[in-house]
């Protein structure tokens, strides 16, 4: 019998195997849907970035006054880290209790929680921790997302349509990070309410969507849930990611928190509790992360390149909007409070990148694997990241578009074929276990990408700005205190400024002190040039670093990803004729170079 009853809604399902036969029509309804889910959730995860000025102006706090900093990082990062934490965990449920039916559930948190991020009415601190609450839970909705779309894609299409399907639905993704940049910019001068409010009428489309539309065709397999190994990894996990998120933060007179005790004290215990975890699936029956997957050789090999490029791609998205929000675009007649809209705007040449390149090489994969392709995407990547670095700070826009838009095509490149490889290597019934680790390597390593490069400006900063600083106010006749204090500021604060999109002179200097000054000085002092002029030449020292290290990792994710070997299938249907029943054992191996 090639058919058997579902237990929900929906009729028959195909038995494991039977992808190639199910209807054209749902094989599309199955893709719009999940890429809708993806495009709002990777939206929500940058949405803020742009528009952070207005909410915190919204709730009536200052993110840069002392001991404020900790809201801004956990605005930024809550979402990242409970969507890295619970990806795998939501994945291995939707295998054992059915993929599409965690999928809707995480439609519906995902639009609970935008409203209710929505309503905020709190100011202050007590705003800013609802907030971050809020997206605490809009991240829980987005980890089922992201746990079982690529799943569900797999279960719909057959071997040589998943390349495509998989790349639009990737693609999309990680479009939707940068379109996020754009929406935060337009609506959160409008009200900044808007911000969260836009995915609500999406998410209750979305929802009844899928819940009348999509069909659970997998292969479910009802075990035990691996408890001990959730709570193991859940509490490394975040360990580590705070221990990454407080590193950038000043501690003890430093300018980074690396010497302090709870960045080592937090890192060193998330190590422990990892070693811990790895133990513990050795034992159990039914462990949450399936460690033997490691042993296929595509999907490991996926997986490092994935991080790699997940590790270049986020640091490459925050190098960008501080280059164009803190010096470019005042330089160039922006006032700082137009910078984060205009810095959204002059990054679609990335986006488009992405667009061009992603759902052809997932088509181009399907036919030739995946190894040329994304092993191509990264050494592409990595040649834009070196031309990147070679530019001046001051740039003529046409060679800073040329090179991101490349870049986004070298990405763009990789990302489809390297997931198609990473999917089509899993045996059926471990689909959404296998997708969510390879979501938690690339979620956590955009988490990692920000203590990695934020690290590496504060470095090129730290070396050269207190003296350009210094020199820089003593000239424009502000007290030497006072000079002295703001040049001997953690480097982060004026990164945080540019990244902000506020006016960093009015901010550092306060009213007093500027209203104490001759005119010219105070106006020099607040224009649009002075900050950019001043900070150029020690932030160019820091982009460099952090540019020349994205493309080290590109490279080292070009190797990975030439180490998968040659075309792989892990599939039931590559072996079976189309008309005939399959078997429970007729699971097979399919590979060759190509």
């Known amino acids: 019998m090639a058919l058997r009853e579902r237990p929900e809604h929906g009729g028959a399902t195909p038995a494991p195997g039977a992808a190639r036969m199910l209807p054209d029509r749902y094989r599309w309804i199955a893709l719009s849907n999940t890429t809708l889910g993806m495009l709002m959730g990777t939206i929500n995860s940058s949405i803020i970035l742009i528009a952070m000025p207005d909410i915190f102006d919204g709730i009536h706090l200052n993110p840069l006054a002392p001991g404020n900093s900790s809201y801004l990082l956990w605005m930024l990062m809550g979402y990242l880290v409970i969507t890295a934490v619970l990806v795998v965990s939501l994945g291995r449920i939707g295998d054992m209790f059915g993929r599409v039916r965690m999928y809707n559930l995480g439609f519906a948190v995902f639009t609970f929680f935008s409203i209710l991020l ?29 746990a079982n779309s690529s799943a569900i894609l797999t279960d719909a299409f057959p071997p040589n349509q998943r390349g495509l399907a998989l790349g639009i639905n990737n693609v999309a993704g990680i479009a939707g ?128 390149s994935g991080l790699l490029a997940a590790l270049s791609r986020g ?54 694997g995946a190894r040329p392709f994304a092993t191509g995407g990264m050494i592409g990547a990595a040649a834009t990241f070196v031309a990147l670095q070679a530019i001046p700070v001051n740039f003529p826009y046409w060679e800073f578009a040329a090179l991101i838009l490349l870049n986004g095509v070298a990405m763009g490149l990789f990302a489809a074929p390297n997931l198609t490889g990473v999917m089509n290597s899993l045996p059926a019934h471990q689909r959404g276990q296998g997708g969510g680790m390879a979501s938690t390597f690339q979620l956590s390593s955009m988490v990692l990408s920000i203590g990695v490069f934020f690290t590496l400006m504060i470095l090129g900063l730290a070396s050269s700005l207190p003296d350009a600083m210094l020199h820089g106010l003593l000239a424009q006749h502000v007290p030497h205190a006072a000079a002295y204090r703001v040049a001997h500021l953690a480097p982060v604060g004026l990164l945080f ?31 649009r040039s002075y900050f950019p002029h001043l900070i150029s030449g020690p932030f160019g020292v820091g982009l460099t670093k952090a540019f020349l290290v994205a493309a080290g990792a590109c490279v080292v994710a070009a190797i990975a990803s030439w180490m998968r070997g040659g075309k792989y299938h892990h599939d039931e249907e590559t072996t079976v004729p189309e008309a005939l029943p399959i078997p429970r054992d007729s699971a097979a191996l399919s590979s060759g170079d190509r």
């Open 497 to 527: 400024a540019a990244f902000l999109g506020y006016n960093p002179m009015k901010t550092l200097l306060g009213h007093k002190i500027l209203a104490h000054l001759p005119a010219a000085n105070a106006t020099r002092l607040t224009g």
């Open 315 to 368: 640091g490459l998205m925050f190098m960008l909007i501080m280059w164009l929000q803190g010096i470019w675009l005042p330089q160039h007649g922006y006032s700082f409070d137009q910078t984060p809209l205009w810095a959204g705007i002059y990054m679609l040449p990335l986006t488009a990148g992405f667009l061009i390149a992603g759902p052809g090489s997932g088509w181009l994969a399907d036919r030739f």
């Open 118 to 146: 929505a309503l905020t009415w709190m100011q202050g601190g007590a705003g800013a921790m609802w907030l971050i609450v809020m997206r605490i839970g809009q991240g829980l909705g987005a980890a089922f997302l992201m």
């Open 177 to 304: 990070s940068f379109i996020g940049l754009i929406l935060g910019g337009v609506l959160g001068p409008v009200n900044w309410h808007y911000v969260f409010l836009v995915s609500v009428p999406v998410g209750l489309a979305g929802t009844v969507w899928a819940y009348f539309k999509l069909e659970d065709r997998g292969v479910r397999h009802r075990q035990s849930i691996d408890w001990w190994g959730n709570m193991a990894f859940a509490a490394a996990l975040v360990l580590l990611l705070v221990g990454i998120v407080y590193s950038i933060e000043p501690y003890g007179g430093h300018t980074m928190g690396w010497t302090s005790p709870r960045v080592y004290g937090s890192l060193g215990l998330g190590m422990m509790l990892m070693v811990a975890f790895a133990l513990v699936e050795t034992k159990v029956a039914h462990p949450m992360f399936n460690l033997s997957l490691f042993r296929i050789r595509a999907f490991s090999a996926g997986n490092a």
